[in-house]
């Protein structure tokens, strides 16, 4: 899956997709927006935010528990948001829907920016079950499409 901020709302909106042939797979609908601080999309996506854009978001922002996994403080988003721009990648493991984790992995810009999220979803146990494949999978796609686009990274995300 593809997915980008909508500025309109601090959403992410979910704009393309290959679904799986799995029969047990998760799915989400092209055009969707959801939130920014419990999915993988939204979170690779905030991670990336500015500081004080950042600030106000986690400010104005109601955060609800949608499991017992959803990270809702300010304290514990900021940690997993700085793992994530130290890593390069995004995980989440059932904290919007119960089963389902992803990974992401962020699209630069020709400035340097994020501009959207590359993504896999899946149901929680095949994802774990495969996590060190799958996190390959998404680092590598997430250079392609930065490249195909004219993007360049401007951290460390993708040194060697």
Known sequence: MIAA????????????????????????????NRELY??????????????ERLENYLRSHRRKRYTETTLTGKSEIMAALKKIRREGIARTSDEQ??????????????????IAAILIA????????????????????????????GGVSIDSTFST
Request: glycine share 10%.
């Open 122 to 149: 899946g149901p929680s146990e095949r994802m774990r079950a495969n996590a060190s494949q799958n996190e390959q999978l998404v680092i590598q796609a997430a250079k392609e499409c930065t490249m195909a686009t």
């Open 97 to 114: 829907i119960q089963g389902s984790s992803g990974l992401a992995g962020p699209i630069y810009s020709s400035t340097g920016e994020v």
């Open 38 to 51: 419990c999915t993988v999309g939204g979170k690779l996506l905030l991670a990336f935010f500015e500081a």
């Open 5 to 32: 901020l909508n500025h309109e709302g601090d959403m992410v909106t979910y704009l393309d997709k290959v679904e799986s042939t799995n029969s047990i797979r998760y799915s989400v609908p092209i055009g969707e």
